[in-house]
Nanobody, 120 residues
Framework: VQLQASGGGLVKAGESLRLSCVDSRRTSNNNAMGWFRQAPGKEREFVAGISWNSGSTNYADSVKGRFTISRDNAKNTMYLQMNSLKPEDTAIYYC??????????????WGKGTLVTVSS
């Protein structure tokens, strides 16, 4: 598995961004995937997860109703649509692949992160 996240940037509060995570080795299609983030001085935290067939999704309470996770297995890509961004969403966002079909525990494989900065 080789994951690459992209789509981060600098936006103002209330704006939107869409992150993408591509598995260039095409080995994540049967596994759950997820987005995590790490803000300066804080531990990495779970943001959202999606099962292998998009049948189930999970969200952190802090992003429910604002973020939407999705995946396109034909493109080996997972997405995170982030709306109504807040300054507290500022962090490096990482994507990960679990060694299971549904979200649970910690991803086995991680991609390099993409920085999201939200100004007030």
């Amino acid at each position: 598995v080789q994951l690459q996240a992209s789509g981060g940037g600098l936006v103002k509060a209330g704006e939107s961004l869409r992150l993408s995570c591509v598995d260039s080795r095409r080995t994540s299609n049967n596994n759950a995937m997820g987005w995590f983030r790490q803000a300066p001085g804080k531990e990495r935290e779970f943001v959202a997860g999606i099962s292998w067939n998009s049948g189930s999704t999970n969200y952190a309470d802090s992003v429910k109703g604002r973020f939407t996770i999705s995946r396109d297995n034909a493109k080996n890509t997972m997405y995170l649509q982030m709306n109504s961004l807040k300054p507290e969403d500022t962090a490096i966002y990482y994507c990960g692949t679990y060694l299971r079909s549904i979200v649970g525990g910690t991803p086995r494989y991680w991609g390099k992160g993409t920085l999201v900065t939200v100004s007030s």
